[in-house]
């Protein structure tokens, strides 16, 4: 059974800094990764999908990496915002006959501080 | 996503009441997802579909129905409401774009609808 960790559980940085944000997964067989961002009351946002072939996908100040053989994947923020601060989830999906399911870690809650 | 809309958004139930949630979306995506966020458990699948008629279990069905008479709407039902089901539903699809180098799939969810139990 896939399992997907995320630390640390919380995170709290001052405005500007640089900042990474770890996601591990037990079962490498994954189709794709995916990061989400959650504001406190509202639904996800997908940031970004990185494909079990690729390393990495950039949008903006936001880079995700992704070592399929080790189970890791990692979302740097470059120059943070107070505006970053949300819920930042990664979700695996399954590949072969679990391509339908996305599994979801418990988060990250990041506090940017102005 | 504008493209996953839920109904309602909130909603407080006495135990034993009975409701639907909708779901609906404007895209033409088969597979069309529901989920549960509650605090340290994070976000586990009620239900799922693969296509409008279709319907399966996910991790977390019980006391729970689903239906999916039409491809662009996903119902889920509680028939009997219980405290254990105050939470936050998610209702989410899934695009599936195909590239020349293969197939993304790429998750997508709608607001949430935070429903209380009494």
């Known amino acids: 059974k896939q399992e997907v960790t995320q630390i640390p559980a919380a995170l709290s940085v001052p405005e500007g800094e640089n900042l990474v944000l770890n996601c591990s997964f037990t079962?490498?067989?994954?189709?794709?990764l995916q990061w989400f961002r959650q504001d406190p009351g509202k639904g996800l946002t997908s940031l970004l999908l990185?494909?079990?072939?690729?390393r990495e996908q950039t949008s903006g100040r936001l880079n995700a990496s992704l070592d399929k053989s080790s189970g890791r994947s990692t979302l740097y923020i470059a120059a943070s915002q107070p505006g970053d601060s949300a819920t930042y989830l990664c979700?695996?999906?399954?590949?072969?006959?679990?391509?339908?399911?996305?599994?979801f870690g418990k988060g990250t809650l990041l506090t940017v501080n102005p | 996503n504008a493209g996953v809309t839920q109904t309602p958004k909130f909603r407080v139930l006495k135990t034993g009441q009975s409701m639907t949630l909708l779901c609906a979306q404007d895209m033409n995506h088969e597979y069309m997802y529901w989920y549960r966020q509650d605090p340290g458990m994070g976000l586990r699948l009620i239900h799922y579909s693969v296509g409008e008629g279709t319907t399966a279990k996910g991790e977390v069905p019980d006391g729970y129905n689903v239906s999916r008479l039409k491809k662009q709407n996903f119902l889920l039902g509680l028939e009997s409401a219980a405290p254990s089901q105050t939470s936050v539903y998610f209702c989410a699809n899934l695009s599936k774009t195909v590239w020349t180098s293969g197939r993304e799939y790429e998750q997508y969810f709608g607001p949430g609808t935070r429903l209380t139990v009494t």
């Open positions: 990185i494909q079990s072939s690729q």
């Open positions: 979700a695996v999906r399954g590949s072969g006959g679990s391509n339908y399911k996305l599994t």
């Open positions: 079962d490498s067989a994954i189709y794709n």
